[in-house]
């Protein structure tokens, strides 16, 4: 499985379902409501880590009450956020989002007073471990020496671009992608009505990208780099509950499609077909599973020297699930000496060479193999194991 580098914004989506749109100055009452991890590059993260691959965060967080969630959300939902930048001032971003059953329309309000990730940040990530840097086409004025500054490193590696909506320098930035996704917004803000002559016309400024283009009702396209059209179209009579992130789910269709050696074409019907399963959920956690198994993560996005502290809602006590080896090991995030959380002070610090991790409330120390205390004030206690079961795509689940 690949590791891919997603840069872009994350946002805190306050998603509330209505059957039909409020009207201004009314009162009414919803018939649901989530807060979720969101932005078009998370979006897709969040997807390519269910597929399996090991995917990290660049943009920019902030920790208030928001910021935490956003970051909790992150972990459980596979994403590793440590290559992120952290601002001192500014707040969490935040998208109210209303969706209309009536007309299956999605309307959103985006509050953001956090700063850009910057560019000396960026250029400190060692290009060269990625498989996959996929950049959502913002702040282009920095992107334009992003784009330089990862080529000089990159030898093979796709960088692939998301033009949602008309930015300065985009006809700089769009030549130097190798794979490009862009919205059917963009297509009509730059006159076209046809996703064929749009992508047509987007090839002469990058001749060697692959393009691809959703057009709602009548499928997606693409434009292979030999500058062949394709065409998929959507499948009709489908149940539509949730749109929103169905576009990030399409790129990472065809990201996931691409790093597995599918042609354009096959990309393009892969990530269709995605983005209709999408559709047809609420949200994006869980696509791949019609079961109800309760997950803890992936295996490759665990980090060697913390532990994850994960809390599925179903379960009244949080997990620590730790990278042990080439697997995983899972315990019930309870110190027997205070019966306190682990992670009550701060982290729960592994030391990878004795194997060890350590509670951060007196210092007790335990083995990963089996949570025994070898050194601290519960010699010869053990942390509670929980029982897990990997899937083939490092999919973590309590067994
Ligand atoms: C969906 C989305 C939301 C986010 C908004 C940002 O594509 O990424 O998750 O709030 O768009 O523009």
Redesign the pocket.
Known sequence: MAKILGIG?A?M?HVVWMDDYPKENSESRCSGMQERL???V??SLTLLAQMGHQTDWMGTYTKDLMGQQMLKLMTQQGINYESAQYCRQGKTPV?S?WVAHKNTSRT?S?YRDLPELSFDHFARTEFEAYDWLHFEARNTEALMGMFNVAKCFLTHQPLSLEV?KDRPLLDKLIPQASVIFFSQSYAHLKGFHHAGEFLKQMHSLAPHAQLFCGWGYEGAYALSAKGVLYHEAATLGLRVIDT??A??TFNAGVIDALLRGHSTQEALTLATRLAEKKIQQFGLINLFSNDQRIRLGNLHSLNAYKGNVIKPESLDFSVIVLKYKDSAKAYVNNCPHANVPLDSMYKVEIDPRALTLKCSVHDAYFQMSDGLCVAGPCHNQSLTAVAIVIDEQGNIFLA
């Open positions: 914004n946002v989506d969101g932005g078009n998370v979006n998208s989002v959103i985006h949602e929103l992130g576009g990030d």
